[in-house]
C-alpha cells in the first residue's frame, strides 16, 4: 500500500498537468495550475533540504578532519553569511529594500564575491577544454577529422588572424572567408546537431515521464524489500 499510493498520485497528478496544457478551461486549468503551485513549494523544500545535506557532508568532514577541512570550513562559513544577509535583507538605499537592491549586502556579496570566483572557475576550465580539444582534434578517423576541420575553422575564423588571412578575398568570394565560414559553421551545422540533441532529450523527457506516470519507473520509491 505504501508503494500503490504514491504511484497513484503521481498518476492522476502526472495527467492532469499534461492534459491542462491542451485543455485549459476549469476544472482541469485549475488544478493544473495549483498543482504547479505545489510543486513551487516542494522545490522551495527541495532547496533547503540541499542547504542543511551541504552543511551536513562539510561539517562531517572538519569533524573527521579531512584533507579538505580548511575548504569545508570556507564552506560552511561562507553558506551561513551569505544566508543570513540574505534573509535578514541588510542593507540598501532604505531599510526593508527588496533583496536585490544593488545597494544591499547580498548583492555586495554577489559582485565582490560570487562573480569573481566564477569567472577563475571559468577561467580555470579553459585549460580543461584545451586538452580535451587536444584529444579530441585528433584526425583517427573520418568524425574526429571533420571535428578538427571545423574547430580549425572556427578558431581561425574569431580571430585577427584569420581574418588577415583571408580578407582579401573580392567580394565573389566572400563565402571562402575565414570569418564568414567560421559564422556558417556556427549557425548552420551547429545549430542543426544543437536542435537534433535538444529534439532527443525532449523525447526523453517525454519517454521518462510517461514512465513515471504510467508506474513503469518506480526509482523515485526506493528499493524493494
Not at 561562507?78 to 549586502?105: M, W, Y
Not at 574569431?158 to 556558417?184: H, I, K
Request: some cysteine; glycine content about 8%.
Amino acid at each position: 500500500m505504501r508503494r500503490q499510493v504514491p504511484i497513484v498520485i503521481t498518476l492522476v497528478v502526472g495527467l492532469i498537468i499534461l492534459v491542462q496544457w491542451f485543455v485549459p478551461r476549469d476544472p482541469i486549468g485549475s488544478l493544473g495550475a495549483r498543482f504547479s503551485q505545489w510543486f513551487d513549494i516542494i522545490a522551495a523544500f527541495a532547496i533547503v533540504l540541499g542547504g542543511l545535506n551541504l552543511l551536513k557532508l562539510q561539517a562531517e568532514k572538519v569533524r573527521k578532519r579531512h584533507q579538505d577541512t580548511p575548504y569545508a570550513l570556507v564552506t560552511i562559513i561562507s553558506f551561513l553569511i551569505t544566508t543570513v544577509v540574505g534573509l535578514g535583507k541588510t542593507g540598501g538605499a532604505q531599510p526593508g529594500n527588496p533583496l536585490f537592491d544593488p545597494a544591499s549586502h547580498f548583492m555586495w556579496i554577489w559582485w565582490n564575491i560570487f562573480v569573481p570566483c566564477s569567472a577563475t572557475m571559468f577561467a580555470l576550465l579553459a585549460f580543461l577544454v584545451a586538452s580535451a580539444s587536444y584529444r579530441a582534434f585528433r584526425a583517427r578517423n573520418a568524425e574526429a577529422t571533420v571535428l578538427l576541420v571545423a574547430g580549425i575553422l572556427l578558431m581561425l575564423g574569431r580571430v585577427p588572424l584569420g581574418r588577415a588571412l583571408t580578407g582579401w578575398l573580392p567580394d565573389s568570394l566572400a563565402f571562402l572567408r575565414l570569418s564568414e565560414l567560421s559564422t556558417w559553421i556556427y549557425q548552420v551545422p551547429n545549430t542543426a546537431g544543437a536542435r537534433a540533441i535538444m529534439i532527443g532529450i525532449a523525447l526523453g523527457v517525454i519517454s521518462t515521464s510517461l514512465r513515471l506516470i504510467l508506474g513503469i519507473e518506480r526509482t523515485f520509491l526506493g528499493e524493494e524489500k
